[in-house]
């Protein structure tokens, strides 16, 4: 597979750290410390993620691409607008695509690698030219705004990739991993039809997050992982160009680049200005370094999303 564009978009309004001390026990030198967040972007009250997902595809068409081959739509969210139609419908409508597979996809803060992998499926087997591969959040719309412990972390955004088949070119994915702890779901996650998880209660649709347990796993878990993506590749850590990890937070990447050896400043973030906007962070992250050249063909990528349920998945990628 070859990722042959991107684009994104992040709604207007600003939540900054100090908004939040206005709400809750906590003040920016706490967050910047612990998070290297500063501010999110939150969604319109009649905005929701297809409509941020629409504008990241409007991005992307601006920057030239085309979607007369896309056979398939597939959206990563955990925050669709309905239980269904889901978002990938409403955004095929909306796009006037005709002929063409559309679904959502759950994994969280790892969905856009998630839906990357099964893009991938889709072009390797022939069964799709091109995929819209889309990471949309709204976040804010679920988080609880007296809860410190998380209201400081998330924010809104989409970014979207278009994803094909690289044709003669030598093969771009180097190796792949994907991995799940479902024992582990009850550290994050977002109520539904269920309010209880392992014995806690939560009111409906609520976000709540052991942040330490998740911390814990993902720079173990996540650090192995990426040894294991290198070894299978016969990459060392200072061949990685570009590690693209899941912007959940800057002290956790700093730990997990220590742990496997890849400098920090390879590491490209989108937490500081929209804080953790789950499954739309890989692709904010990657489409501004694609884009101002920083991302060339022939570097070594590595991707790696991590998240509720918990779950993870990481692509080791020679750019195209
Ligand atoms: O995106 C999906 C994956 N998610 C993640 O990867 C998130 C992983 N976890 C984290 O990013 C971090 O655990 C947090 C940023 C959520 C929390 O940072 P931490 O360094 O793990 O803090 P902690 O939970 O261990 O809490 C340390 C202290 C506690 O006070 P005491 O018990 O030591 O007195 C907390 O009550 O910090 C307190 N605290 C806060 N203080 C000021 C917790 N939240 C805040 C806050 N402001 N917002």
Redesign the pocket.
Known sequence: MRIAALGTYVPQKRLTNDDLARL????DA??VR??GIRERRIADEHEYTSDLCLQAVRDMERRGARLDAVDYIIVCTATPDYGFPSVAARLQHRLGLTNCGAIDLTA??AGFMYGLDCADALVNTGRARSVLVAGGETLSKVVDYQD???C??FGDGAGVALVDAPGDAPPTLLARRAASDGASGKE?FLTGLRDEIAGIVEPDRVLR?N??A??EW?VTNVSAGICELLDAAELRACDVDWFVP?S??A??IESICKRTGIPYDRALMSLEWCG?T?AASIPLALAPAVHDGRVRPGDVVLLYG???GLVENGMLMRWS
Do not use: E, K, P
């Not at 809750?24 to 003040?27: G, K, L, N, R, S």
């Open positions: 809750v026990d906590t003040d706490w967050i612990r998070t969280a803060c410190r412990a998380t400081i972390l994050l997050q942040g330490r998740v911390y993902a899941h959940a937070n002290r956790m953790n789950s991590f998240g509720g």
